[in-house]
């Protein structure tokens, strides 16, 4: 029969290989959690990046395309016409951004996607504006003789045209003023929403944080048509 000393010192072996293990599997929770929230902010600062990206994409259109036809009547015709329009830039990586579904921030998850699909909404607009100039505008109006840099009248640069191209035209280049304009506006207000969250989410850690330089202009003014 085992003596008291020889229990006593079996279960304090046991308790202390219990505590050992106990131990051991805390530790590796802990760093699992630790390892899945950095890889959570990382994803979470490569979404607040490519917001402000998308934001200084068109901001640059605005500034240097649309601005200096803003309002005039003949924006429609002369609104600069692009061989290289914007480009679509890195898209959000929606597997590494689960993680705001899975803990309480789906709204935020939602207007990311939303605000991709219509960032390439306005990129397409201006691609296919630009193509209609390119290809059926500067061919037409060099048929009917017109001059480089030579001041023309818009109605004889509507009869040129002709009535289905010069609707187009207007419609794409109404569009652009409106998606562009509003894209300014709601990219800004993501990315407040995207860098709240994250902060929610991870109080003690840090995000990157961006400058808008210039405010952008809501482009609820008509466009000119």
């Known amino acids: 029969m085992?003596?008291?000393?020889d229990v006593l010192a079996a279960l304090a072996s046991l308790v202390?290989?219990?505590a050992g293990a106990w131990a051991a599997f805390k530790f590796?929770?802990?760093q699992k959690k630790d390892d899945e929230d950095q890889k959570a902010v990382g994803a979470g600062n490569r979404a607040i990046y490519t917001v402000f990206a998308l934001w200084n994409v068109l901001e640059q259109y605005r500034k240097e395309v649309m601005e200096p036809y803003r309002g005039k009547p003949d924006a429609w015709l002369n609104l600069a016409a692009h061989?290289?329009?914007p480009a679509k830039v890195d898209r959000f990586q929606s597997s590494d951004l689960q993680f705001l579904l899975e803990r309480g921030q789906a709204s935020v998850f939602a207007?990311?996607?939303l605000e991709e699909q219509r960032f390439n909404l306005a990129v397409d607009l201006i691609r296919s504006r630009s193509e209609l100039v390119l290809n059926a505008v500067f061919p037409k109006m060099a048929t009917a003789g017109f001059k480089v840099g030579q001041d023309q009248s818009l109605n004889d640069v509507e009869?040129?045209?002709g009535e289905d191209v010069c609707h187009q035209l207007k419609q794409i280049t109404a569009a652009i003023y409106q998606i562009v304009g509003e894209d300014l506006v709601s990219l800004r207000a993501l990315y407040t929403e995207l860098r709240t969250g994250l902060q929610t989410l991870f109080p003690q850690r840090k995000f990157v944080e961006v400058v808008f330089q210039e405010p952008a202009k809501a482009a609820n003014a008509a466009a000119a048509a």
């Open 111 to 113: 207007s990311l996607m």
């Open 159 to 161: 009869a040129a045209l």
């Open 28 to 30: 590796q929770t802990f």
């Open 2 to 5: 085992p003596e008291w000393k």
């Open 16 to 18: 202390a290989s219990f």
């Open 83 to 85: 061989p290289a329009p």
